[in-house]
């Protein structure tokens, strides 16, 4: 059954193949002649260094970022999309092209029952995908943790990019989107539609569960007076929710705060108020804290696995119905 399996896949297997060379090749090109040219720019420090503590040539951070922003945005384009080409390309034509030309019917009159039948073929699908993209994610983050801040990771680990290519996310991505073709794929009986649907599906559900991973993982809290500075960093934190708490300890409306601290920018005479003027009428008012609820960088992994395993879940459901569907085939 492999062996049959893999001659009638061989197709996207060579395109696989084929994708993992030239993807690969290109990928060590670009990271190579980056790491020359901040070489020759001066810039080795800045990789580690932020904006304000690097002391490179005038104008060299700039001209860096210039020619390389696009390159490092194709990149991590390429492996945010992989998840839904395999799903589309792999999986949606896996099941939906025999029950569509009718040659499932020989497979089905073989020795081998329909559940070894499915498996083979689906074992031999998604293994090289899932190598294909393994291999890939790992080269384009090699090549972005060679940039540091002078590249997109600067902007955090929960940046929207920077969080869909890290870590164990883009395998569950790959074992959903997949395992949706598949489904759909058995569902519809037809190749194209099966191909639309998973597209079309797959952005919807990414779409609609994004916001949810972030409420799984529980958030830390930071409270402080309101003269006193709120030390959380917004580019590598992801911050649910922040404002002013009130003498009780209630959030204060955000309406409210800002009529708030616009009359207390102003005395009563109606002059100018000082900073610690200001300072001090905030608490008066009714502002009497500053709070933040998020999630810092150190906990990003936690992320990570609530992510891949909402999508695993997801797949592991699809397979069943998958399962279900193909056998009620005739």
């Not at 037809?190 to 916001?211: D, E, K, P, Q, Y």
């Not at 809290?221 to 709120?230: D, I, K, N």
């Not at 002013?244 to 009359?263: E, I, Y």
């Amino acid at each position: 059954m492999i062996w049959a399996s893999w001659r009638q896949q061989r197709l996207q297997l060579i395109t696989l193949l084929g994708m993992l060379v030239i993807g690969a090749g290109a990928i060590v090109l670009l990271w190579s002649n980056m790491v020359d040219d901040i070489t020759s720019s001066q810039l080795t420090a800045c990789v580690t260094q932020t904006l304000q503590e690097c002391s490179a040539p005038d104008g060299a951070e700039k001209a860096f970022r210039e020619v390389w922003g696009d390159r490092f945005d194709t990149g991590r384009f390429v492996i945010t999309a992989l998840p839904a080409l395999i799903g589309v390309f792999i999986g949606a034509p896996l099941f939906a092209k025999e029950l569509e030309q009718g040659t499932h019917v020989l497979a089905f009159t073989q020795s081998a029952s329909r559940t070894r039948w499915m498996f083979s073929k689906l074992v031999v699908a998604l293994l090289p995908a899932l190598i294909v993209l393994i291999t890939l994610q790992y080269l384009v983050s090699g090549w972005l943790a060679a940039a540091g801040t002078l590249g997109p990771l600067r902007n955090g680990p929960f940046n929207a990019l920077n969080f869909g290519i890290a870590h164990v996310s883009p395998v569950g991505y790959t074992l959903f989107a997949f395992m949706l073709g598949t489904f759909l794929g058995v569902l519809t009986r037809r190749t194209l539609a099966a191909m639309t649907a998973v597209l079309g599906a797959f952005i919807v559900v990414r779409a609609a569960l994004s916001g949810l991973v972030d409420r799984l993982v529980p958030p830390q809290r930071l409270e402080v007076a309101s003269g006193a500075s709120l030390e959380v960093d917004r580019n590598t934190s992801l911050v649910i929710d922040d404002g002013w708490l009130d003498t009780a300890g209630r959030p204060v409306p955000q309406d409210k705060v800002s009529t708030l601290t616009q009359a207390c920018k102003s005395t009563p005479g109606g002059t100018p108020n000082t900073q610690e003027g200001f300072l001090a009428c905030l608490p008066q008012s009714g502002l009497a804290k500053r709070y933040a609820v998020f999630i810092p960088e150190s906990q990003a992994w936690q992320v990570h696995l609530v992510d891949v395993a909402i999508f695993g879940g997801l797949a592991v459901l699809l397979l069943a119905g998958t399962v279900w569907a193909l056998r009620r085939q005739s």
